[in-house]
C-alpha cells in the first residue's frame, strides 16, 4: 500500500553501483595525447595495402612512417559504431556490446594447458580446444568462447582452423577467434558461414568476431592490419589490439601506458574505416604492468584491473565497444592466489561496465590455460553480477510496514515480503560452500579447488552442445581439408 | 477412501488458505479425522522436510508450510475425540541465561515442528532454575539449550547439573546447540548431543528418541 | 605546459552504491521505523536517560521522534583518532573515506599454524595474531581474532586484552563480557596511556558493543553504550543482521532496519552525554536459506557493506565495516575469493575501521594464514584505489615520440622514475616463471602464507611496553582472577 498519492521529484537513482577510474575531462586528455601521437609521431607500419590506403585516406606517409591527421582520425572514431549486436550459431541475439552491458568469456594463444583429469601442464592439444567450447557452451555466466591454446597436435600453420573447426562444432555460443593470416581468417569465415547459410547471413548475424594483435608501440606487421583490413572488407567485427604492458612497451606511467593503448587501437579503426565506413571495431586488450623479476605480462596485478578499467572510461568516452580482461592470474596451480587474482580482476572489470572481458581461463602469466580456472570464474561472475545489480530503493523495498508488523524481536522468515523475495535478492552459489563445520568434514573436507576440479570433469565427461547437422559437419570438414592441401603445396613449394 | 494429493500439495505450497479450505471439505466430506493429519498434513509436510534436504526448497517456505499445516491441525483437532495428535516427541527449547540471541534457537524450533515434533518454546535469557520448572511442567523427552556466547555456554553445564540434583536427568535427553558448541563441549558437560544446525537437530532427536 | 582551467580530475576512482537521494530516502525509512516501531531497551539506566531527552518510553519498549535523532547525528562527531600506544602517533584517522583494515573479535575457533589442526582460542594464539598484525603494514588495528578460553571464561575479556597490548601498540578495538570486565581493562588503558585525561584526549583503543537484531539493546549494550558516553571513550556500535532472518529480505529494508538499531545506539550514546565519540557499525548480510548460516562472504555481503558506508559517509559518522573474511571453513580457494571481493569493495567504497580480516567458517573460525594473505590483497586494493594520474608528465606523450614506434621504454629515465610508484610489490603473489617457481620448491600460495606466518610468530619482536606498565597490568588481571576464585 503507497503512503499516499506523492510523487518524488528530483530523485536520482544509482540503479547499479558506480565506479569510474578516470573522469570525463581525464578520459578526453587521454584521447587527445594519443591524436597526438597520431599525429606528430606516428606509426610504422609495414603493409603496403595499408600503407596505399592510409595514403589515399589523407594521412602522410613517409617510407614506412604514417602520421595521422586528427581531423581523419576523429572522423573514424565517429564512424565507427558505437554498439555492436552479436549473434548465436543458430541466429539468435544473444550480446549487446554496447554502453555498459558486461560479456565474460575465456582467452586464448596460451603456449600449455593444465589438464583437468591428470593435473599435468602440457602442451594444448585439439581436443582440449573442443573441451573448452563444451565447458564454456555448459557455463551460464560465460557468454562467449575461445580456444584455451593454440592446438600442437595439427599442422601447425592450421592450428587457428583446426581450432576453429573444434570451437565451432562444440559450442553454440559466439567465438572471438584469431588466425595466422589472411588465408587461415578467410578459411575460418568460410566454416562459420557454413554452419548459417552464406557470407551474407553472417553479415547479418555474426557470431564470429575476428581477432588480430599489433605490436606495440605503434608497429604494425602487415599479419595484424591486413587482417583489419580484411574484416572491414567482409564487413565482420573486429577486435583490434595492442597488448600493452607498462616500462616495457609503453610508458610506466598509467596514463602514458593508456596514451599507447588507445593510439594502437585507433591505428586500426581508422584502416577499418577507410575501407568501409561504418564497419565495426573493438578496442581494448591485455593492459598491465610488466613484471620486473621475468619481464612478462602481469595477469593477476592490480595494474591490470587499475589499467583495463581506465582504458574502459576512455573506450566509452570514445564510444566504441571495449574488449577487456580479467579472471586471469600469474598462478602456477589452483590455489589461493589464482582465486584472489580472479575475483579481484573480474569485479572490477565488472565494474568498469567493459562490453567483452576475456581470458577467463588465463594462468601462470598467459602461458597455461585451465579450464578449471574457467569453471572457477563462472562463479565469481556469478557473485559479481549479483553485486553489479545493485541494490533498489523504494516504499517496498525499504519494508518499514514489514518491519513494524513483525516488531522488535521478532523474525521475518514466514512474512509473506520475504518469501516473495528472498530468490531474486540472493545469489545462489553452485560452488562456493556454505555449509557448516561438521558437515564439511563429513563430507570430505573439500577445497573449493577440489570442487571445481568435479564440476570441469563432469562437464566435460557429460555436457554436449547442440549438434551440427551432418550436411554442415562436412563442409566444415571440406573447409578443412582445403587448408591442408593448400598447405602442403605451399610447404612442397619451399 | 478419500484423496488427500490436493491438502498435500497445498501444504507443500504453504497455502494457508487453501488448507484451511480443503481441510474443510475433508471434514465435510466424512474423512476420518486422523487421516486428514496423517495421509493429508503430515505427509505434505514429510515432502517438505526431504526437499529442504535436497535442497529444493529453503527455509522461508518451509516455515510457510509448516504454518499451513498447523493452520489443518488446528481445525481437526477438536474432531480427535480425546485422540492425541500425532507426535515425533515433546522438545523444550530455550536460550541460556544472560544470552537474548534467540533466530537460531528459533530456526530449530521451526525445524522440529516441520519434523511433526510437539516443540515449546520458552524463550530466552533463561536461568537454569526455568529449565527445570518446565521440565516438570511439560515432560518433554527432549530439551534443547542455546547459546551464542562463551560465557554463556557454561550456563548450559549448570542446567544439567540442576537437572541431576533435581532427579530428572534420567527423564529427559538434553541437546545442545549454538555458534561457540562443539562435540568436545557437548560430551564435556554431559549432553545427549550436539546439532552444528537446525536440520541435523532434528536427526538429533530423531535418533534419541528412537 | 597549457594551463588548463574547468578541469575536472579524479584523483582516486569513484565508487558508490546509493545515490544521495537514495541514502536520504533509507535515513528518513529509518527514522520512522524509530519513531513508529521503536525499540527494545533493556538497561533501566539508559531508558531514563532517553526518557528525560524526550523519547516516549512504554515498559522496554522505547520509540524515538526524528528531531532527538537528527539532534544526535549533529552532536555525534564526524571523526575519531586513534593513536599507536607505543608511540602516541595518530595513526588511525576515522573519517571521510579513509578505509584502514584489521582483525575481528572472539571467534570460538583457531587454525593453529602449525598443525592446520581446528582448535579452541588459547592465550598463545590471540597473542600471535596480533604480532602478525603488528608486522603487517597493511593492518592497522586489532581485535582479538578469537576468545582466549584457556583462563577462566568469565573474566577471559582481561586475559585478552592483556595478549593484545602486550604484542602490538597498533590501535585495539577491545570486546569485553560486562561492564566489570570493560571497568578493567579501561584501568589497564589509563596506566599505558598516563592517565584517564591522556587516554580520553589521545585514545589507542575504542570500546565495542552489539544489539540484538531486531532492534533490541540488551542491557550489556546499552550499559557499554552508557559508559563509553560517560568516559568520553570511543565506542563501536555494530548490528549484525541477516536478511531474511532478523531483518527484511530486501536489500534496501535490510538497511533500513540495521540504521535504525545503529541510530538507537547513537542516541542511548549521545542522550548519555552529547559529542561523545560514537562509531557506526554493521555486519549486514544474509541468512543462506539452505544452510541458515550468517554469511560473511556472500556477494550481498559486499554490496550491502558498501551501501552502508555510502550511508556513513551521508551522514557524516565514522563507520565500521567488515571485509577479508569467508565461509569456508579453512584458507582455500573460496577464502581468497570472498575475501578479494569484500577488501576490495570495502577499499573502493571507504568505510573507516574494517574489521574481521582473517576470519573463516562464516565467522566461527580464525585463519592466521589468510590473516597474512589478506595484507597483500588490502596492498593490490589500495593500489586500485590510488586510481591513475593524468597530467602532461604521466601522459609521457615526449618519451612516446622519443621511443618511437617499435622502441622500448626499459631504459627510459621516465621508467625509473615512475615504475616503482606505480607498480605494487607484492609479496606473497608469485609471478616468477613457471620454471623458476618450480626450483623453488612449487609452492602453492597456501603454503607460502603458512611460512610467512610462521616467520612473524617465530622472529618478529613487538616493542615492548615499559616493564613497570606490563606489571600493573598483570596485576590487574590477577586482582580479577582472584576476585572471581572468591
Not at chain 1, 563430507?443 to 552442445?465: C, D, F, M, W
Not at chain 2, 499451513?68 to 481437526?76: I, N, W
Not at chain 2, 527423564?171 to 557437548?186: H, L, M, N
Not at chain 3, 584502514?100 to 583457531?110: C, H, I, R, V
Request: net charge negative; glycine share 8%.
Amino acid at each position: 500500500m503507497p503512503k499516499s498519492q506523492y510523487v518524488r521529484a528530483s530523485f536520482e537513482t544509482c540503479a547499479t553501483p558506480q565506479f569510474r577510474v578516470l573522469s570525463q575531462d581525464q578520459c578526453e586528455s587521454i584521447f587527445l595525447g594519443a591524436l597526438e601521437v597520431l599525429q606528430h609521431t606516428g606509426a610504422e607500419v609495414n603493409s603496403p595495402e595499408a600503407l596505399e590506403i592510409y595514403r589515399k585516406g589523407g594521412c602522410r606517409v613517409d617510407g614506412t612512417r604514417v602520421r595521422f591527421p586528427s581531423h581523419l582520425v576523429e572522423w573514424a572514431v565517429r564512424t565507427a559504431p558505437s554498439r555492436i549486436t552479436m549473434y548465436d550459431r543458430n541466429g539468435n541475439r544473444s550480446m549487446y556490446l554496447e554502453g555498459q552491458n558486461v560479456y565474460y568469456g575465456p582467452g586464448s594463444a596460451n603456449t600449455f594447458t593444465l589438464d583437468p583429469f591428470t593435473g599435468e601442464r602440457r602442451r594444448p592439444l585439439k581436443q582440449d580446444t573442443a573441451r573448452a567450447a563444451i565447458v564454456s557452451d555448459a557455463l551460464s555466466n560465460m557468454d562467449y568462447v575461445e580456444d584455451n591454446g593454440a592446438p600442437m597436435d595439427v599442422t601447425p600453420t592450421l592450428a587457428d582452423v583446426h581450432a576453429f573447426q573444434a570451437m565451432v562444432t562444440n559450442t553454440t555460443k559466439p567465438i572471438i577467434h584469431w588466425g595466422f593470416g589472411i588465408n587461415q581468417y578467410q578459411d575460418i569465415v568460410d566454416m562459420a558461414s557454413a554452419c548459417v547459410g552464406g557470407l551474407s547471413e553472417l553479415q547479418k548475424r555474426p557470431f564470429l568476431i575476428l581477432y588480430s594483435e599489433s605490436s606495440p608501440p605503434l608497429r604494425h606487421s602487415s599479419e595484424a592490419i591486413d587482417k583489419a583490413l580484411f574484416a572491414a572488407k567482409k564487413d565482420l567485427p573486429c577486435i583490434y589490439t595492442p597488448c600493452i604492458f607498462s616500462g616495457g612497451v609503453a610508458p610506466a606511467t598509467m596514463a602514458g601506458s593508456l596514451v599507447v593503448a588507445v593510439a594502437d587501437a585507433l591505428i586500426g579503426i581508422v584502416a577499418g574505416q577507410l575501407v568501409r565506413e561504418g564497419s565495426s571495431f573493438i578496442m581494448g586488450g591485455p593492459i598491465s604492468t610488466m613484471d620486473m623479476s621475468s619481464s612478462s605480462l602481469a595477469y593477476g596485478a592490480p595494474e591490470l584491473s587499475l589499467l583495463s578499467a581506465g582504458l574502459s572510461n576512455v573506450a566509452r568516452y570514445m564510444g566504441i565497444p571495449m574488449f577487456s580482461t580479467a579472471g586471469c592470474s600469474d598462478s602456477k596451480v589452483i590455489d589461493t592466489q589464482l582465486a584472489i587474482e580472479a575475483a579481484f580482476s573480474i569485479l572490477v572489470a565488472g565494474l568498469s561496465g567493459a562490453n567483452l572481458i576475456h581470458d577467463c581461463n588465463l594462468m601462470d602469466k598467459g602461458v597455461t590455460g585451465s579450464l578449471e580456472l574457467t569453471v572457477l570464474d563462472d562463479e565469481i561472475i556469478g557473485m559479481v553480477k549479483r553485486i553489479l545489480r545493485g541494490i533498489e530503493v523504494n516504499d517496498d523495498t525499504l519494508a518499514v510496514d514489514v518491519i513494524d508488523h513483525v516488531s522488535p524481536g521478532g523474525h521475518f522468515l514466514g512474512e509473506e515480503h520475504t518469501i516473495e523475495r528472498f530468490r531474486d535478492e540472493f545469489w545462489w552459489p553452485t560452488l562456493i560452500s556454505r555449509v557448516r563445520y561438521d558437515e564439511w568434514k563429513l563430507y570430505g573436507s573439500k577445497t573449493l579447488g577440489q570442487r571445481v576440479k568435479e564440476k570441469t570433469q563432469e562437464i566435460i565427461n557429460e555436457h554436449r552442445a547442440e549438434p551440427l547437422s551432418q550436411k554442415i559437419l562436412d563442409q566444415i570438414q571440406a573447409v578443412v581439408d582445403r587448408a591442408e592441401a593448400r598447405e602442403a603445396s605451399l610447404k612442397s613449394k619451399k | 477412501m478419500y484423496n488427500f494429493s490436493d491438502l498435500s500439495k497445498a501444504v507443500i505450497a504453504g497455502q494457508e488458505s487453501k488448507v484451511k479450505e480443503l481441510t474443510q471439505a475433508a471434514i465435510n466430506g466424512g474423512a476420518e479425522p486422523l487421516a486428514i493429519i496423517n495421509e493429508g498434513l503430515i505427509a505434505g509436510m514429510n515432502v517438505v522436510g526431504a526437499r529442504f534436504k535436497s535442497g529444493e526448497m529453503f527455509v522461508p517456505e518451509v516455515l510457510v508450510a509448516a504454518r499451513s499445516m498447523g493452520a489443518g491441525v488446528a481445525m481437526v483437532k477438536p474432531l480427535l475425540l480425546g485422540q492425541e495428535v500425532p507426535s515425533s516427541g515433546k522438545v523444550l527449547i530455550g536460550t541460556v541465561k544472560g544470552d537474548l540471541h534467540d533466530i537460531g534457537k528459533n530456526l530449530v524450533a521451526l525445524m522440529l515442528e516441520s519434523g511433526g515434533f510437539d516443540v515449546v518454546n520458552l524463550g530466552i535469557d533463561l536461568a537454569p532454575d526455568k529449565f527445570v520448572a518446565a521440565v516438570k511442567e511439560y515432560q518433554p523427552q527432549v530439551i534443547g539449550l542455546s547459546a551464542l556466547l562463551t560465557t554463556t555456554m557454561l550456563v548450559m553445564k549448570d542446567v544439567i547439573e540442576l537437572l541431576k540434583e533435581e532427579g530428572l536427568r534420567d527423564r529427559v535427553k538434553v541437546i545442545i546447540g549454538g555458534a561457540p558448541i562443539s562435540y568436545d563441549f557437548s560430551s564435556e558437560i554431559g549432553a545427549d548431543g550436539f546439532a552444528p544446525d537446525a536440520a541435523t537437530a532434528v536427526d538429533l532427536c530423531r535418533k534419541l528418541l528412537a | 605546459m597549457p594551463t588548463k582551467s574547468n578541469y575536472v580530475a579524479n584523483s582516486s576512482t569513484m565508487f558508490r552504491v546509493l545515490s544521495p537521494s537514495q541514502c536520504d530516502e533509507i535515513l528518513l525509512a529509518a527514522e520512522e521505523v524509530l519513531e513508529r516501531t521503536g525499540v527494545m531497551v533493556y538497561d533501566e539506566e539508559a531508558r531514563e536517560i532517553m526518557k528525560k531527552a524526550g523519547c516516549w518510553v512504554d515498559g522496554a519498549r522505547v520509540r524515538i521522534a526524528s528531531s532527538i535523532v537528527e539532534r544526535s547525528l549533529r552532536s555525534a562527531p564526524q571523526r575519531v583518532t586513534l593513536c599507536n600506544s607505543r608511540t602516541g602517533s595518530r595513526d588511525v584517522q576515522l573519517e571521510g573515506y579513509n578505509a584502514y583494515f584489521g582483525t575481528g573479535s572472539d571467534t570460538p575457533f583457531f587454525i593453529d599454524p602449525y598443525t592446520q589442526e581446528r582448535k579452541r582460542g588459547t592465550k598463545q594464539l590471540v597473542s600471535w595474531a596480533c604480532k602478525c598484525i603488528d608486522a603487517l603494514p597493511n593492518l592497522d588495528f586489532v581485535m582479538s581474532l578469537g576468545i582466549v578460553q584457556d583462563v577462566p571464561l568469565l573474566i577471559s575479556d582481561r586475559h585478552q586484552f592483556e595478549a593484545e597490548v602486550l604484542n602490538t601498540g597498533k590501535p585495539i578495538v577491545i570486546t569485553a563480557h560486562d561492564i566489570k570486565g570493560y571497568a578493567d581493562i579501561i584501568e589497564m588503558c589509563e596506566i599505558i596511556a598516563g592517565g584517564e585525561e591522556e587516554l580520553r584526549r589521545n585514545p589507542f583503543m575504542t570500546l565495542y558493543a552489539e544489539p540484538i537484531s531486531p532492534l533490541q539493546h540488551a542491557e550489556e549494550a546499552a550499559t557499554k553504550l552508557v559508559l563509553a558516553a560517560k568516559k568520553g571513550l570511543p565506542v563501536v556500535y555494530t548490528p549484525c543482521v541477516m536478511a531474511g532472518g532478523t531483518v527484511p529480505a530486501s536489500m534496501a529494508g535490510v538497511i533500513t532496519n540495521g540504521l535504525a538499531e545503529s541510530l538507537s545506539g547513537l542516541v542511548i550514546n549521545q542522550t548519555a552525554r552529547e559529542g561523545a565519540p560514537f562509531i557506526m557499525g554493521g555486519v549486514f548480510t544474509i541468512m543462506d536459506m539452505t544452510t541458515t548460516i550468517f554469511s560473511y562472504g556472500s556477494p550481498e555481503f559486499d554490496l550491502l557493506m558498501a551501501a552502508l558506508a555510502d550511508m556513513a559517509h551521508y551522514l557524516k559518522l565514522p563507520m565500521f565495516g567488515t571485509a577479508g573474511c569467508s565461509d569456508s571453513c579453512i584458507m582455500d580457494e573460496q577464502a581468497g575469493v570472498e575475501a578479494a571481493l569484500s577488501i576490495t569493495m570495502t577499499a573502493l567504497s571507504g568505510p573507516n575501521l574494517n574489521h574481521d580480516v582473517g576470519y573463516v567458517e562464516y565467522g566461527s573460525t580464525s585463519s592466521l594464514d589468510l590473516l597474512v594473505t589478506c595484507n597483500d590483497i588490502i596492498g593490490m586494493a589500495r593500489r586500485l584505489v590510488r586510481g591513475i594520474q593524468v597530467n602532461d608528465d604521466t601522459l609521457a606523450l615526449d618519451v612516446i615520440d622519443k621511443v618511437g614506434p617499435g622502441g622500448n621504454f626499459l631504459k627510459e629515465d621516465h621508467t625509473g622514475k615512475y615504475f616503482r610508484a606505480e607498480t605494487l610489490n607484492s609479496e606473497l603473489n608469485d609471478r616468477q616463471s613457471y620454471d623458476l617457481w618450480k626450483e623453488s620448491g612449487s609452492k602453492t600460495m597456501e603454503k607460502r602464507a603458512n611460512e610467512k606466518t610462521r616467520s612473524i610468530i617465530e622472529d618478529y619482536q613487538p616493542e615492548q611496553l615499559p616493564k613497570d606498565v606490563q606489571q600493573k597490568i598483570h596485576a590487574i588481571v590477577e586482582r580479577a582472577e582472584n576476585k572471581l576464585r572468591s
